[in-house]
């Protein structure tokens, strides 16, 4: 099973490689466009790949596809619709779910299957995922946290209500899917509202209605037309309540505090050389 | 500068394609055996025809007892009119089953001193198994909550398709009309109940089913639309903690169809085993089966066909004809007549084949089925390797060459037959007979009788 995995990442890592370089291109015409002469490689920019890295994971882990131009425009796609799609120079959507939803709609080559990660990784993703949030390096985890909760509640009175046994409940929340999906694509910090409330009303909107197309409507891509949905209520929730805005530079400053000083030194030493 | 690096980063991005785009492997080889449903006790049979939301479902079980006690009672999306079930053909099946089965296929390696030739062997296999359980009734009790939606005979059975209020009721009334309910059966009948979805029973008339002389019960086809793609497994499983077989040939015009709550793997294929599986490729089949599911926990359901129907290679059976394709449920042909002319090549029917084998018990599959068509057209089947090594005479130098490659070759063989299997890693040595050129570990025969 190990070596399945290892080909299937080496299969996708086409889809990593070219949403990275997705984003680096982006990065450099903006850069053009704000004519800003800052090296495209330089040490400051990196910082913005972690947001390339945590789209291109999306994409490997949840799309599948036969065909490499779709995967190339998926991660065009998912890096475009940062650029724009955007109010206040903020993006709404999800860039991975995006580009993950456009190349559903538009080609005819491209799935998801929900079923491919089986229930045998639950555990990992979830130590991984409650880690993360104890030791805040992965994004903005109560969005997690209330997304899980609240869907686990809805399909807790559904299991009740139907009088299936509690076995099912258990089988449908360990999908090692529905956990990537709330742990690396509800986690983007920079999409979701910035106020707490916002997020937890914007979590739980999505457990709901991913509950809904699911149970209602078949559909076993419920979670990312939910999110695909419901993004562009970050502007109005964000309007309603306002807050500090994530930004990976602040987060790289925060995770790196202990050598601070030296971090700074860098940055003086590079603005000294630009 | 920039522009440089830019370059750069693009052509890094071309060169990870160009590394990591996959073999094209080429399907080639002589079919010989088949692994079929035969090699199963019980193994239920389905076909499930989809295009968009409009199903064709064709069920058939081996039910082996007496027709007098077969009954069937399955969950339906929606009330069924008798135009929408209709008795199919158990040969139909039985093709689906021979088309789609793993297969072994052999090579004979050429003289190594000689110019390229092969030969083939062909041997033709068995076929499949039909069937199905159960028996029917009549009378609607309003006071039991049961809604007799419609009732009608189609061939030798008679159906009812019943709506209900709750399960005591239905329980009720399955036992009034004559049904050998199991216990355990009403917790289950439940949840069907609140999610509305209606109950198609059946059950054989004994006078039509003597008077048309069959032997064995045929499949039972219905048509509907409904957006749900599943199929319930529960309702077999009640007071049962056994394994079941269960074969499901997926239909679709699309392609690849998957499993969306458990994982599909594909079946171990490709492999090169040794010869002497020629004689015994049902207990090797089996045998890698078995092996395969426990070490997927048993929680996972197998791939072991999938292709464009129009062709197939190697061929374990000659594809479907149109007509056979229709009698198998398939809808959408007539709608998209094919403009192109074919030049004596089998036309594109527009059909795509999954079989997926589901071993499944109560404790590892608490869920039913559900399914989704994906525009995956990737072809793949289990198919095994046979290569009769070359025994004429070889005086050339690539011929000793070969010769003394050969022991190590056998000898991998055996070891892929060993880790598959299960087997003895001995005994396969012996059946095979791998003259190991390699001193052996000198605990192997330390214990040995």
């Known amino acids: 099973m190990d070596s399945a995995i290892a080909i299937h990442y080496c299969d996708r890592f086409h889809l990593y490689s070219n949403s990275v370089a997705s984003r680096m291109y982006c990065s450099y015409l903006g850069n053009l466009a704000r004519k800003k002469d800052l090296i495209l490689l330089n040490p400051l920019e990196m910082h913005s790949l972690r947001s390339a890295i945590i789209t291109s994971l999306g994409l490997s882990l949840l799309l599948r596809t036969g065909s490499y131009t779709t995967a190339i425009a998926a991660s065009l796609l998912a890096i475009a619709s940062k650029f724009i799609f955007k109010i206040r120079n903020k993006h709404f959507f999800n860039p991975a779910n995006f580009g993950i939803i456009s190349v559903l709609i538009f080609t005819s080559d491209a799935w998801v299957s929900p079923g491919q990660w089986g229930e045998d990784w639950w555990y990992v993703l979830l130590f991984a995922g409650t880690g993360g949030t104890v030791l805040k390096k992965v994004g903005r985890c109560d969005t997690t946290v209330c997304f899980l909760s609240f869907y686990a509640v809805l399909e807790a009175i559904r299991n009740f209500t139907l009088g299936w046994t509690w076995d099912i409940f258990w089988h449908r929340l360990t999908s090692g899917s529905l956990l990537l999906f709330a742990l690396f694509m509800l986690t983007d910090p920079r999409s979701i509202p910035d106020a707490r409330v916002g997020r937890l009303i914007w979590a739980g909107c999505i457990a709901g209605l991913t509950f809904i197309l699911r149970n209602q409507f078949y559909l076993s891509t419920s979670v990312f037309w939910a999110l695909f949905i419901l993004s562009p209520l970050t502007m109005f929730l964000d309007y309603l309540w306002h807050s500090t805005r994530f930004s990976w530079e602040r987060s790289l400053d925060r995770s790196q505090d202990n050598s601070s000083h030296e971090i700074l030194d860098r940055k003086a030493i590079i603005f000294e050389k630009i | ?449």
């Open chain 2, 1 to 449: 500068m920039k522009i440089g690096r830019l370059v750069f980063i693009f052509l890094l991005n071309f060169l990870a394609i160009i590394c990591f785009t996959p073999a094209a492997w080429a399907f080639c080889g002589f079919y010989v055996a088949k692994a079929d449903t035969k090699l199963y006790n019980k193994a239920s049979q389905v076909v499930i025809a989809r295009d968009g939301d409009r199903t064709v479902l064709t069920m058939a079980n081996d039910y082996q007892g007496n027709v007098k006690d077969f009954a069937l009672v399955v969950p339906v999306p929606v009330v069924l009119k008798k135009e929408q079930v209709h008795i199919g053909e158990p040969q139909i099946i039985e093709r689906l089953d021979a088309f789609s089965a793993p297969r072994l296929v052999e090579y004979f390696d050429e003289d190594p001193c000689a110019t390229n030739r092969y030969r083939m062997e062909d041997r033709m296999p068995m076929s499949a198994a039909p069937a199905a359980q159960e028996s029917a009734n009549k009378i609607s009790d309003r006071s039991l909550g049961i809604t007799v939606e419609s009732r009608f005979s189609v061939g030798e059975y008679d159906i009812v398709i019943l709506s209900a209020k709750e399960s005591n009721g239905l329980e009720t009334w399955l036992i009034r009309n004559g049904y050998k309910i199991p216990k355990g059966a009403k917790q289950l009948l439940q949840p069907y109940i609140k999610q509305k979805l209606k109950f198609f029973v059946a059950k054989v008339n004994l006078e039509k089913f003597d008077s048309a002389g069959y032997q064995q019960l045929r499949p039972i086809m219905m048509a509907y639309e409904s957006p749900r793609f599943m199929l319930p497994i529960r309702l077999g499983m009640v007071n049962s903690t056994n394994e079941q077989d269960l074969i499901v040939y997926i239909l679709s015009p699309k392609g690849q169809a998957e499993i969306t709550n458990y994982r599909t793997v594909k079946v171990p294929s490709d492999t090169e085993i040794p010869v002497f599986v020629k004689n015994e490729f049902a207990d090797f089949y089996k045998a890698m089966f078995q092996t395969s599911y426990t070490k997927e926990n048993k929680k996972v359901a197998f791939l072991e066909y999938a292709w464009d129907m129009s062709n197939c290679d190697p061929c374990s059976a000659e594809p479907l004809s149109p007509e056979e394709l229709k009698q198998a449920g398939v809808f959408w042909l007539d709608r998209q007549p094919s403009m192109q002319p074919n030049f004596g090549l089998p036309s594109s029917n527009n059909v795509f084949i999954t079989r997926l084998h589901v071993r499944y018990s109560r404790d590892k599959f608490p869920e039913d089925l559900m399914f989704q068509a994906t525009s995956n057209r990737e072809s793949f089947q289990g198919r095994y390797i046979m290569r009769h090594p070359f025994t004429g005479e070889m005086k050339c130098e690539a011929g000793r060459q070969y010769k003394r490659s050969l022991p190590q070759r056998l000898e991998r063989e055996a070891q892929t037959l060993a880790k598959l299997t299960g087997w003895n890693i001995q005994e396969i040595r012996k059946k095979a007979k791998v003259v190991s050129n390699q001193p052996t570990s000198w605990w192997e025969n330390l214990w040995k009788n």
